[in-house]
């Protein structure tokens, strides 16, 4: 069913340095295809900088970090048009038009300008504002093009930085319908929230953040979360 | 599902210089700052250098390219100034455009607005110098060189500077000088394109065709280091 | 001045306490003695010029300075082109050394020319080709020296350096071209000019005299800048076991909230 | 000024530039010696750490 075993995401003691600063001291994670991942902790763990250095954008110094089956600290470039990153900026050109933004990211990773389309209405993004240049939007509308954006290149590794922040009711809705609908299609997600009771009912599995290193991994104790059929809640099997 | 090789740079630069010019025609940044500064510069000169003497007359060249020098580098500030904000450099990064497409993209871009920008400029000088335009090959020869050495390094530069806090300032100070040589050969073929000079004109094309294709080949190469790390 | 004991270069031997070494000493001292022959040779004993007269003494130092700093710059290109392939810290740390010692012998070499044109010209300043050139790539490379000054961390700021250290060197040739059409045309007594070969005897041996000293002492001060590079990059770098452990400490600290479930951690 | 005299502050600037900046180089030298531990004071001994750098 999955071409490979080898975890989506692998990692073992993985040091990785904002200038001089050790954001990530040693970070050991498995994540299997068809995850979803929630990422807990408190502000200044390592959360981004664990998602920025999956999405190969800042450099592993030491340990061992394997994505998507590439070596990041290799070469951390191949593995970039897989990953569809979500950060706390939006990526987008304030005096282009919203359609115009999508457009550009879209055809910039190889899908067409249809896929971009398709992902502005996926994320309830109105038609009437297609055409108005993104710097008229709100901060909620903006993060929906930023999501759609990244829908619209089908990545197969999601890593979202907080994609409820700044959305409403409606809007969370849509990024975990989005969630669930990207793992049952065999993509996986990492996801760093802090709208715990929300997250906790699409992850799969909780892993706690501090201090630049993996506190607590749920996969390897008991946790309430509600049984998921597709997974077993047992210690990492490898069995699937 | 993308086009590799040369092909899938051309495209690549394509999209991206599609993008800027589309940012340009929307924020008319270029024609509502760049240009009118630029025009306001060839004022400047007349007010500095008393308008009735040869003086004024004689720098028309040096003046001229002076001014395009100045607009280029306000230019370049915007175009990269536009990637620095909202993190679209990570975007960029993580899309799968290819480095030395982006590049050349901006390039592109850069060149249209500076030849643009050029033609203008030479009609104001035409009409506030009252300079008579003639060799209008060579002239030609000159300027389209030199926009080419022009907007390849200011690309390169650009490109290295869009991380940098200070880099409004700091940009100036790496491009200009080396800029210079195009400056002594666009102002020189300039004039001996305008019979002010008994010398051989295209010589200097020659030398701004290599500065030209120098800088591109360089610029496409640092690129993606850049665009990585800078 | 140092305290590194010189018996033979034993494993045992104690850390040294600053950048000299045996074989710095050994060439600091032969600088020392060349400078020193220089100055009898290239002032007193050998005569004034036919043509230039007096002029030639500061054509020995002219000379030397230039050729240093073309050859620190070349260093830098093949460090920065270097570093851009094998990504290794040693090029980089070599490539930024060449550059501030470049820099300073190009400021030197304008020197002597300004010099050398109030002898010749009355005047400090004449856009004769070879002043004009220097003065230009003097600026090209205090950009170089003027990025490498911004914090930033070792990998973007090496990044960064050996891009303008590549683009300020393919750019000399062309500067060199553009000034010599742009002022060389009308020939005037430009100080490269006057390279005579002609000159011989002690003359002779003062120019080439002073171009090997002053590679040698050009090569004791490579050495000993890279080791300041070298130690800066370590004194910086020290930190980062003890930052590492701090940070598994920080963890440690705030295990108690995260079991908590408190949601006060926005 | 006369022409010696030009030549004079030629000589005796160029020794004294090189020699300040000598001994900038050589005080910068020291002063980092000491805030580093001993053992990674030297290229030779520390070829590891730039092994360690040797990635993308």
Redesign the interface.
């Known amino acids: 069913m999955r071409p490979t075993l080898e975890p989506v995401i692998h990692l073992r003691s993985a040091v990785a340095l904002i200038g001089r600063f050790p954001a990530l001291a040693g970070v050991d994670l498995d994540v299997e295809s068809g995850e979803v991942v929630l990422l807990r902790g408190p502000n200044g763990a390592g959360k981004t900088t664990l998602l920025r250095a999956c999405a190969g954008l800042v450099p592993v110094v030491s340990g061992v970090a394997r994505v998507l089956g590439s070596d990041l600290v290799a070469d951390r470039s191949a593995v970039r048009r897989r990953v569809g990153l979500l950060g706390h900026a939006t990526h987008l050109y304030d005096d282009l038009s919203v359609s115009e933004n999508v457009d550009f990211w879209s055809r910039a990773s190889g899908a067409t300008s249809a896929d971009g389309r398709a992902a502005l209405d996926r994320l309830g993004v109105a038609s009437r504002l297609h055409e108005l240049p993104v710097r008229s939007l709100s901060a909620g509308q903006r993060r929906r093009v930023s999501l759609a954006s990244v829908l619209a290149r089908r990545p197969e590794l999601w890593l979202l930085d907080e994609p409820h922040a700044g959305l409403d009711a409606a809007g969370r809705d849509v990024v975990d319908g989005l969630m669930a609908e990207a793992a049952s299609v065999g993509a996986t997600v990492l996801f760093a929230s802090h709208e715990l009771e929300r997250a906790e009912s699409v992850a799969h599995r909780t892993v706690v953040v501090a201090g630049g290193v993996i506190q607590v991994d749920d996969s390897a104790l008991e946790h309430g979360i509600p049984e998921n059929p597709s997974r077993s809640d047992t210690e990492v099997s490898d069995e699937d | ?2 086009t590799e090789g040369v092909r899938g740079v051309v495209a ?1 630069a394509a ?1 991206v210089a599609g ?1 800027d010019l ?2 340009e025609r ?2 008319k940044v270029g024609l509502s700052q760049v240009l009118p500064f630029a025009l306001l510069v060839i004022l400047l000169f007349a007010f500095a250098l008393d308008p009735d003497r040869r003086v004024l007359g004689a720098a028309t060249p040096g003046l001229y390219w002076m001014v395009v020098l100045f607009s280029a580098v306000l230019a370049v500030q915007r175009s990269f100034g ?1 990637e620095g ?4 450099l ?8 290819s480095a030395p497409g982006i590049f050349l993209g901006k390039v592109a871009a850069l060149m249209v607005q500076l030849l643009a920008l050029e033609f203008v400029l030479a009609i104001a000088v035409a009409v506030f110098y009252g300079t008579e335009i003639s060799g209008i090959l060579l002239l030609a020869g000159v300027t389209t060189t030199a926009t080419v050495g022009i907007a390849a ?1 200011g690309g ?2 650009g490109g ?1 500077v869009a ?2 806090r ?1 880099r409004d300032t ?1 940009l100036p ?2 491009l200009l ?2 800029l ?2 195009v400056l ?2 666009a102002t ?1 073929g300039t004039e001996v394109a305008l019979g002010r000079d008994a ?1 051989p004109g295209w ?2 094309v020659g ?1 701004l065709g ?2 030209g294709a ?2 591109l080949t ?1 610029g496409a190469l ?1 690129f993606r ?2 665009l ?3 | 001045m140092t305290t590194t004991t010189t018996q033979a270069a034993s494993d045992r031997r104690v850390a040294p306490t600053s950048t000299s070494s045996t074989a710095t000493r050994v060439l600091g001292i032969s600088s020392l003695v060349g400078l020193a022959l220089l100055v009898i040779f290239g002032v007193f004993v050998s005569p004034p010029d036919a043509e230039l007269g007096q002029t030639i003494r500061i054509l020995y130092m002219h000379v030397p300075t230039v050729s240093v700093a073309y050859l620190a710059f070349l260093i830098t290109a093949v460090g920065s082109a270097m570093y851009l392939w094998k990504r290794t810290e040693f090029w980089d740390l070599l490539a930024a050394s060449a550059a501030e010692i470049g820099v300073v012998f190009f400021g030197l070499t304008i020197l002597n020319g300004m010099l050398w044109g109030k002898i010749t010209w009355g005047v400090f300043w004449r856009w004769e080709p070879r002043l004009t050139t220097t003065a230009v790539l003097l600026l090209t490379y205090l950009g170089y020296l003027a990025v490498r000054a911004i914090p930033a961390d070792p990998r973007t700021r090496a990044t960064r350096s050996a891009a303008i250290g590549l683009l300020a060197v393919v750019n000399i040739p062309i500067v060199h071209k553009a000034v010599d059409w742009w002022r060389g045309l009308h020939q005037e007594r430009t100080i490269f000019g006057t390279t005579k070969p002609e000159i011989q005897g002690t003359q002779a041996f003062a120019a080439y005299l002073g171009l090997a000293v002053f590679l040698l002492l050009f090569a004791w001060l490579l050495i000993h800048r890279f080791r300041v590079a070298f130690l800066a990059e370590r004194a910086a770098e020290s930190g980062l076991g003890a930052a590492i452990a701090e940070r598994r400490q920080e963890a440690s600290e705030s295990s108690a909230t995260a079991v908590s479930h408190s949601e006060g951690d926005r | 000024m006369s022409t010696t005299g030009y030549i004079v502050v030629a000589w005796v600037g160029t020794f004294l530039a090189v020699g300040v900046y000598a001994l900038w180089v050589l005080q910068r030298g020291r002063a980092l010696s000491k805030q580093v531990a001993p053992e990674q004071r030297r290229w030779m001994k520390s070829t590891d750490t730039n092994a360690k750098d040797a990635s993308q």
């Open positions: 599902m993308r690549d999209l993008k589309r940012l929307r924020s536009v904000e909202d993190d679209v990570d975007a960029l990064r993580l899309s799968g455009l390094a390169t530069y290295l991380r940098i200070g700091l100070l790496l000088p080396l210079a040589p002594i050969s020189r010398g010589p200097w030398l290599i500065f120098v800088y360089l640092l280091p850049l990585e790390d800078a």
